[in-house]
């Protein structure tokens, strides 16, 4: 999955020594983006297209060339993960999966505990190739499942039925060691009775992550026309949403499945490894269209970003041999906000001190206290957490400590 960051971006002179590797706290990582998919879902935003006739053999050349030219500028880096996320990256040719991870293997050391992730949909076709992928070199699969009831599937514009999904994820199960699936709640129609079963039956199918999202309606999506047409019924009201969030909380938790993070639950130890560079303000290249970074290079932070449209960006890196758009720099006040709105998303939570280094000292003691009679914060050992109760206004959380600062 390509993940879409709030930022604020300004011109700034290089940091202090004490904040110029911030990143290591959080390590290394390596996002590469198919854009490619079979049909577009109506609530989907990311960037992904549909095409029926890709030339995988173009899109490797460009590609291997993407990872040389980021690894001639990180050198030496311990790789800690690669996440092949669309679009639907199982719409890929196993080969092509093995030629980036042979390039990915030649281009950095790697951490001994890699974590390779590749998105993939449950169609019986898709799970046909998940063999190839694990002689490829992947090692977890995330399987988008969405929704288990077929009418649900069929209003989500998925292409797979819930049997087919079943099966699947059996087959994946037996491919590789980890194994995670999405779902979507706060559907239309759906009940908060209907989606407490629907999560008991996840429950059973013993994957070790699950990442559980509410549908949200986006702008620019066939959700979001039909919306502002008011042609879009029988979506939860806010109080309703609420439910099926502590429904969530509560039925995963007793499953041994708590909330590592907002929207995501794992059996302790099988955390998205990548998705935490994320959260925990590491360093990751992005490659492929609409794909976003973050590197630390001579001791600046950069954003990085590329053009959406698949044909620029593979012939901007043909022309001009780099598929960035201009990089900007991320001076450490602004790391400091990210990193702040990324870490709370976190049960663990920020660590103080880094805010502290990254902020240049700016003082958040007085905006926590301030929040502190309304119970969605704690802060313990040094570290700023959420509370259960803060969890679901995160966006609200975040507005208060960071007005005016």
């Not at 590469?32 to 890709?54: E, I, M, R, T």
């Not at 992005?286 to 990085?304: C, E, F, N």
């Not at 003691?365 to 959420?386: E, M, P, R, S």
């Amino acid at each position: 999955m390509s993940l879409a960051i709030v930022q604020t971006l300004s011109e700034n002179s290089l940091p202090p020594s004490s904040v110029a590797e911030d990143w290591r706290a959080g390590g290394f990582g390596l996002y590469l983006h198919w854009p490619f998919c079979q049909a577009k879902c109506p609530y989907c935003d990311f960037n992904s297209h549909v095409a029926g006739d890709v030339d995988q053999v173009r899109w490797r050349a460009v590609l291997l060339s993407e990872i040389a030219r980021v690894a001639t500028e990180t050198p030496d880096r311990v790789l800690n993960t690669v996440f092949f996320g669309g679009g639907t990256p199982s719409l890929m040719d196993p080969d092509l999966v093995a030629a980036i991870l042979d390039a990915v293997r030649a281009a950095w050391p790697l951490a001994n505990d890699l974590e390779v992730t590749l998105e993939a949909n449950p169609t019986s076709v898709e799970a046909g190739r998940f063999r190839g992928y694990r002689d490829a070199g992947v090692n977890r699969v995330s399987m988008g499942i969405q929704a288990l009831n077929d009418s649900d599937l069929r209003r989500l514009g998925r292409l797979h039925s819930v049997a087919e999904a079943r099966n699947a994820f059996a087959i994946a199960r037996n491919v590789f060691d980890r194994v995670s699936f999405d779902l979507i709640y706060a559907r239309q129609h759906q009940t908060r009775a209907a989606w407490r079963t629907e999560l008991r039956e996840a429950m059973a199918m013993a994957a070790d992550h699950l990442s559980l999202y509410q549908l949200t309606i986006e702008p620019g999506t066939a959700f979001g026309r039909l919306a502002n047409a008011g042609r879009l019924d029988g979506l939860p009201d806010d109080d309703r949403a609420a439910d099926m969030y502590a429904d969530t909380q509560e039925i995963c938790g007793a499953a041994g499945l708590p909330a590592y993070e907002i929207s995501n639950h794992a059996r302790p130890g099988a955390e998205s490894r990548h998705n935490l560079i994320y959260w925990r303000g590491g360093d990751y290249a992005g490659i492929g269209p609409g794909a976003h970074g973050r590197l630390t290079l001579g001791g600046t932070r950069y954003a990085t970003q590329t053009p959406l449209a698949p044909a620029a960006w593979l012939e901007r890196v043909e022309r001009a041999g780099s598929g960035e758009l201009p990089r900007q720099v991320l001076a450490p006040f602004d790391q400091a906000q990210e990193y702040l709105m990324m870490a709370l998303r976190l049960r663990e939570g920020a660590q103080i001190d880094r805010w502290d280094k990254l902020s240049g000292s700016v003082d958040i003691l007085q905006k926590i206290n301030g929040l502190d009679g309304l119970n969605v914060l704690h802060c313990h050992a040094g570290t700023l957490a959420l509370t259960d109760r803060g969890r679901p206004v995160l966006n609200a959380v975040l507005r208060e400590l960071l007005a005016e600062v």
